[in-house]
């Protein structure tokens, strides 16, 4: 039976890997993002199975506009926007400066996210899921975008307990390095990029189709039992026990 699907972030990289990966399984496809011109590429993409609305998910006027053209039922919520905004700022010089990076980057990560999924709690099916997009940054501590995706998972637990009893799982996929995403704006050094892969275990980058495919997973139906929980996807750069 197809279910219909909520994508935030859904213009490129590992929003767009997941998009597919759900119409390509034969669901409805709603994918949301700032920018049109990237959300209209991910539609093509697509073949035109996927639905393109935009919508900044930190702002609660535009989150009441985008309930207006969502289903009435969604059974699947993936909170992907995001990123790590220090990209697109220069070094913090002053108090208030720093001030800006850390609220940009908890906006962006953090508020879209809560902002998003309680907007959709009504709408969110009874057994459906929410996964949310971390990294692997909250583990090693990479200043405000570190913090931001550690308060996300944080609150992830918050999001597992409040939708548990209608038995909606609440779990977040904490990639490490991906390629093939704009996350670091074309601003990573080849000696960058060799390090991030020589630390993993399988030697190898990660790809947004390896992020979709776990979290194709956290939504099917053997994945009913695993809640409140963070999947570390990085090849062993970060461990567990």
Known sequence: MSRTIVVTGGGTGIGRAVALRFADAGDAVVVTGRRAAPLKETV????????????????????????????????????????????????????????????????????????????????????????????????????????????????????????GARGITANVVAPGYIADTEFFRDQLTPERRAHLIGSTKNGRVGQPSDVAETVFFLASAGARHITGQILHLNGGARTTR
Do not use: M
């Not at 913090?92 to 902002?115: C, G, I, K, M, R």
């Open 44 to 163: 093509a993409a697509s073949g035109d199975r996927i639905r393109a609305l935009e919508c900044d998910g930190a702002d609660p006027d535009q989150l009441r506009r985008l309930l207006d053209q969502l289903p009435e039922q969604v059974d699947v919520l993936v909170n992907n926007a995001g990123g790590n905004t220090d990209f697109d700022r220069a070094e913090p010089d002053s108090l208030e400066s720093l001030s800006q990076q850390w609220q940009a980057n908890f906006t962006a990560n953090v508020l879209t996210t809560v902002l998003t999924t309680q907007a959709l709690a009504d709408r969110l099916a009874d057994h459906g899921s929410v996964i949310s997009i971390g990294s692997i940054a909250a583990e090693f501590g990479a200043g405000a975008y570190g913090a931001a995706k550690a308060a996300l998972a944080t609150w992830n637990i918050s999001a597992a307990t409040d939708l």
